[in-house]
Nanobody
Framework: QVQVVESGGGLVQAGGSLRLSCAASPRTFSNINMAWFRQAPGKEREFVAATSWSGIRTYYADSVKGRFTISRDVAKNTVYLQMNSLKPEDTAVYYC???????????????WGQGTQVTVSS
C-alpha cells in the first residue's frame, strides 16, 4: 500500500509564498509520477502541477504558470510545490497524488494524500 502525506499549508497574505511538501512511501515504490491538485469550496478538484518520476518533465495549469514550481527529490520520493505571488483565488485544499505509468493532468491517480489547507487573504 502506497501512502502519500502532505505538509506545509497555512494562511498567507496575497503576494506571499508557501511551500508544500509531499512524501510517498514506501520508497521501494519506484518510478512514481506525482502531482498536485486543489479543490476550493463548491468547486471540482482541479489540476495544479505534476512531475514525472525522474523530475525531468513537469506540467502546470495555466493559472499557476510562472508562479508555482514543482520539484522533487527522487531519492526521498518527495515532491515540493513552491507557490509564489499567491492570490486569494489560490485558496483551496491542496492534494498530492501519486501513480505509476504515465503522468496525467486529470485526477486519475490511485494514491492520494489527506490534503492540506492553503488560505490566501486579500
Amino acid at each position: 500500500q502506497v501512502q502519500v502525506v502532505e505538509s506545509g499549508g497555512g494562511l498567507v497574505q496575497a503576494g506571499g509564498s508557501l511551500r508544500l511538501s509531499c512524501a510517498a512511501s514506501p520508497r521501494t515504490f519506484s518510478n512514481i509520477n506525482m502531482a498536485w491538485f486543489r479543490q476550493a469550496p463548491g468547486k471540482e478538484r482541479e489540476f495544479v502541477a505534476a512531475t514525472s518520476w525522474s523530475g525531468i518533465r513537469t506540467y502546470y495549469a495555466d493559472s499557476v504558470k510562472g508562479r508555482f514550481t514543482i520539484s522533487r527529490d527522487v531519492a526521498k520520493n518527495t515532491v515540493y510545490l513552491q507557490m509564489n505571488s499567491l492570490k486569494p483565488e489560490d485558496t483551496a485544499v491542496y492534494y498530492c497524488a501519486a501513480k505509476g505509468g504515465i503522468v496525467e493532468v486529470t485526477p486519475n491517480y490511485p494514491y492520494w494524500g489527506q490534503g492540506t489547507q492553503v488560505t490566501v487573504s486579500s
